[in-house]
């Protein structure tokens, strides 16, 4: 795919997404992120893709949705820095997070910890939430019949700033925004049901 997009003129964006569905544990989530990244990228430069004329889209690195374990946002953004500095190529110069499920309010404040935390990095992160900026704007319009455009408009141009902000990694959301809270067995399976 990488390859084609090139040969015609395009910019590839290279997306590896790892599910968030599971109880998995943070480490686990790096680990597998760290193999993914890797054999992707390999398999880019066996190919003969230009790697600085590609672009990713990645996952934010999290624990499972029912995972077991807390994390504190701080440890969810080092995870993600440590993933990069395992696996992703220097010449690539930058990547734009998938929300993946997350709502806005999470991902900014993990890709705001995630910038904070990138003092080492070359890179430029940054986000490509079309669901976690979609989705309150639909909400807008269940059961009203027609699109509410005023304020839609409104929303969108406050989620953007929302998201630039953290892009810059000067979002500060609310207390506990980017944690992810462990999950007991039954409460998993509340949330299946």
């Known amino acids: 795919y990488a390859l084609i997009c090139q040969s015609e003129g395009l910019m590839p964006i290279v997306e590896p997404d790892i599910s968030l569905s599971g109880s998995h ?74 929300s993946g499920g997350q709502t806005l309010p999470q991902a900014a404040q993990r890709l705001s910890a995630i910038n904070k935390a990138n003092k080492k990095g070359p890179w430029n992160l940054s986000f490509s939430w079309s669901q976690a900026l979609q989705l309150p704007l639909l909400d807008l319009c269940k059961g009203k019949g027609e699109l509410q455009l005023e304020e839609m408009a409104k929303l969108y141009v406050e989620e953007l700033e929302i998201a630039g902000a953290a892009a810059r990694g000067e979002w500060d959301g609310e207390k506990g925004d980017g944690d992810h809270v462990g999950k007991t067995v039954e409460q998993a399976a509340l949330v299946e049901a």
């Open 25 to 98: 544990t943070l480490e686990e989530a790096v680990d597998v992120n760290i193999r993914v990244q890797s054999e992707l990228f390999k398999a880019m430069v066996d190919h003969g893709v230009y790697m600085a004329g590609s672009t990713l889209k990645p996952n934010i690195v999290n624990p499972g949705r029912d995972c077991p374990v807390s994390y504190t946002v701080e440890e969810i953004a080092e995870a993600n820095i440590f993933v990069f500095e395992q696996s992703f190529p220097v010449a690539m110069k930058g990547a734009n997070y998938l």
